[in-house]
């Protein structure tokens, strides 16, 4: 199968790193993301063909005293698809094709270090807008 780099945002320990995918292999994301389903969180461009951001769809169900979260310094509200800006869990970015296929991503691995900041806990308002808190 064809493979692909795409970078793995780590808030546990606190670090961006590069791992390889491959296309049509939907279970090397679940196993980097560590999950049981994951959704897009975020488009880091506005394009045909962003870069995206792949996160654990219950991120905000993991026991809060365990979890750790990072958000995007300045990531303008229409690139969110929650509104939020802070992620619980490991995320993916992974590039996009005009087809829907993810890719390489086109930001840098410098690049998205300086985009991320790491928090180990979540803000009130997130947790009340995901869990009907």
């Known amino acids: 199968m064809p493979k692909y ?28 993301l560590d999950c049981r389903t994951f959704t897009i969180g975020a488009a880091l461009t506005e394009s045909e063909d962003p870069d995206v951001l ?17 958000k995007f310094n300045d990531l303008p509200p229409r690139y969110r698809y929650d ?12 590039g996009s094709d ?10 840098s691995i410098e690049a998205l270090r300086g985009m991320i ?6 803000r009130e308002d997130l947790l009340s807008q995901n869990t009907g808190a």
């Open 54 to 70: 792949m996160v654990d769809d219950e991120g905000l169900f993991v026991d809060m005293d365990v979890q750790r979260f990072f």
């Open 117 to 122: 900041s790491w928090e180990s806990r979540a």
């Open 5 to 32: 780099n795409a970078f793995l945002i780590n808030p546990f320990t606190c670090t961006v790193s590069e791992v390889t995918l491959e296309k049509k292999d939907i279970s090397l994301i679940y196993k980097n």
């Open 83 to 94: 509104g939020s800006n802070q992620f619980a869990g490991k995320g993916l970015i992974v």
């Open 98 to 107: 005009t087809e829907g296929g993810s890719q390489a991503p086109k930001i």
